[in-house]
């Protein structure tokens, strides 16, 4: 490690999955910080947390919204020589449109609930389709996000669909809309982006 930083690598050298919940109350992960994975259904949550931790800890499914827990995963990883644990959460997706209104109102109260009460979460990490266009449910979202003062970042997925054009294109309109906030690209088929953002990670979870 450089003495004039810490090292913000994130080598891993475990992950496993740990068991699924549907509430805070039925948290238990002692004193481990928490990273969450957020987005819509078949964003890309499950295929992302396999690709960082390069295991298939994380279910994935081609059928949008068959996820509806909360999968709790326990990381083990190196940084700056030294072994530490994080855990990763991967969320159910929100705003699937083939669920009634009242199912998805309930899911949000559950995340809600989640995220504000769980005071081991260092970060959130908000993954977009970068195909999709913001809309309203996304606009709420953000809101949601910034008033409650919560540390997020927004991943752009699937990027091996889009053209290098649209990807900074794209890119920079998440970059202007939200001022200050880390925006990365990332492609769980390619790789593409996986050291940034375990580098995002290390940092925050420090
Ligand atoms: N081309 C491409 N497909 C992806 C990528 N990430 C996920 N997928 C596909 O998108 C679908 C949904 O992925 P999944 O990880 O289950 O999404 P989740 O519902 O957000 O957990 C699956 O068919 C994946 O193979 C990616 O980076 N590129
Ligand atoms: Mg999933």
């Avoid at 805070?24 to 928490?34: A, K």
């Avoid at 606009?139 to 949601?144: K, R």
Wanted: charged content about 25%; aromatic content about 10%; hydrophobic content about 40%.
């Amino acid at each position: 490690m450089s003495p004039s930083g810490p090292s913000t690598d994130m080598r891993i050298l475990n992950a496993e999955f740990v068991k699924s919940i549907v509430s805070y109350e039925e948290t238990n992960n002692g004193p481990l910080t928490e990273v969450c994975f957020i987005g819509r259904s078949n964003v890309g949550k499950s295929s992302m947390i396999n690709s960082l931790v390069a295991r298939k800890i994380a279910r994935t499914s081609s059928s949008p919204g068959a996820t509806k827990l909360i999968n709790i995963f326990t990381i083990a990883y190196e940084s700056g020589m030294v072994k530490k644990s994080v855990c990763f959460s991967d969320f159910p997706g929100f705003g699937f449109s083939r669920v009634s209104r009242s199912v998805s109102q309930s899911w949000q109260a559950m995340i809600e609930n989640y995220i504000l009460k769980n005071k081991k979460i260092r970060t959130i990490i908000w993954l977009f389709d970068i195909r999709r266009e913001i809309d309203e449910l996304d606009e709420m979202l953000i809101e949601w996000l910034l008033e409650n003062n919560l540390n997020f970042c927004v991943v752009l997925t699937k990027c091996d669909k889009e053209t290098q054009g649209a990807i900074v294109k794209k890119k920079r309109l998440f970059e202007t809309y939200l001022k200050n906030r880390h925006v990365f690209t990332y492609s769980s088929k390619t790789g593409l982006g996986k050291k940034e953002i375990l580098s995002y990670m290390a940092k925050a979870v420090e």
